[in-house]
């Protein structure tokens, strides 16, 4: 149970950081619309995030996904500040 509490809080801010960083960047009109909403809605997403790590058989396995979707979220983040037109 541990490991997934420490999962959640520790991997779960950079993923919610990155996610809400990409939605902001591939906005199609300005930025400065949604910044506000888009850091609003940050801290329910990380606590959403947090609770879902108790879905998980184990805490390696909250660590691992976990791992994994931050990968994806600053892959994606990556792809998207270098490919796509910039603000």
Do not use: D
């Not at 509490?5 to 949604?34: Q, Y």
């Amino acid at each position: 149970m541990l490991g997934k509490t420490f999962a959640g809080i520790l991997l779960g801010l950079p993923l919610s950081m990155a996610l809400i960083s990409f939605v902001i960047w591939v906005w199609p009109h300005s930025s400065e619309a949604v910044f506000i909403p888009m850091m609003v809605a940050f801290f329910p997403l990380w606590i959403g995030i947090m609770a879902a790590t108790y879905l998980f058989r184990s805490g390696v396995r909250a660590w691992a996904w976990l791992a994994v979707a931050n990968v994806a979220a600053f892959a994606a983040l990556f792809l998207a500040k270098h490919t796509l037109p910039g603000l």
